[in-house]
């Protein structure tokens, strides 16, 4: 089994910067692929992106590409997003997850986190 607690979310205003992380216990850390996903309000849980803890390669949705970092810190094991150039439409619930193949898909993942609010201001 694998717990997965997220922190950082928080009210932005559009423009800013947050940092999300992620902390894993139980099951070796270095085994998973770790990734992020967001739902907002009456939409589908969506892909944001994810990191293979154990080579470091990492891919993210076009709509966040250029503007989000996730990295990880194997020896704290935890996952962080770097939010950067926040917009409304951005704002959503994020959610940890931690599965075994780098792929952009929620089935794809077998251990999520409660999730963290993130609030982007016009």
Known sequence: QVQLVESGGG????GGSLR??????GRTFSWYTMGWFRQAPGKER?????????????????????????SIDN????????MNSLNP???????????????????????WGQGTQVTVSS
């Open 46 to 70: 969506a892909f944001v992106a994810a990191i293979n803890t154990s080579g470091g390669r990492m891919t993210y949705s076009d709509s966040v590409k250029g503007r989000f970092t996730i």
């Open 75 to 82: 020896a704290e094991n935890t996952v962080y997003l770097q």
């Open 11 to 14: 009210l932005v205003q559009a």
């Open 20 to 25: 999300l992380s992620c902390t894993a216990s």
């Open 89 to 111: 439409e951005d704002t959503a619930v994020y959610y940890c997850a931690a599965g075994r193949l780098l792929r952009p898909y929620d089935w794809s993942y077998d251990y």
